[in-house]
């Protein structure tokens, strides 16, 4: 079983930038396609990006297409979701969890983290 911790959530303006952080423990999730979900309140919640177990492969919400990057550093067992020129609707807690396909649904992950908040001004 993997353990997910996200950080680096906060509050910044509209037009600034952000980094996530997805760091797991109890066992290497070098094999794992790892994506990153976002949630509002009484929403559902939504994929964001998903990066490959290799790293070469990812996929990206339309809406967030040019200003997020999604990488990993395998050998220190973290994933990264860079957020720049972020807007107010990217307000939400975002979720990383790990996978064994590349999915853009909630069900095709099978470890979730806790979630970071993060909240953008206008």
């Known amino acids: 079983q993997v353990h997910l911790v996200e950080s680096g959530g906060g509050s910044v303006q509209a037009g600034g930038s952000l980094r996530l952080s997805c760091i797991a423990s109890g066992r290497t999730f070098g094999r794992d396609v790892v994506g990153w979900f976002r949630q509002d309140p009484g929403k559902e919640r939504v994929f964001v990006t998903a990066i490959s177990a290799s790293g070469d492969l990812t996929d990206y919400a339309d809406s967030v297409k040019g200003r997020f990057t999604v990488s990993r550093d395998t050998a220190k067992n973290i994933v990264y979701l860079q957020m720049n020129s972020l807007k107010p609707e990217d307000t939400a807690v975002y979720y990383c969890?790990?996978?064994?396909?590349?999915?853009?649904?909630?069900?095709?992950?099978?470890?979730w983290g806790q979630g970071t908040q993060v909240t953008v001004s206008s």
């Open positions: 969890a790990a996978g064994t396909h590349l999915g853009v649904w909630v069900r095709d992950y099978d470890y």
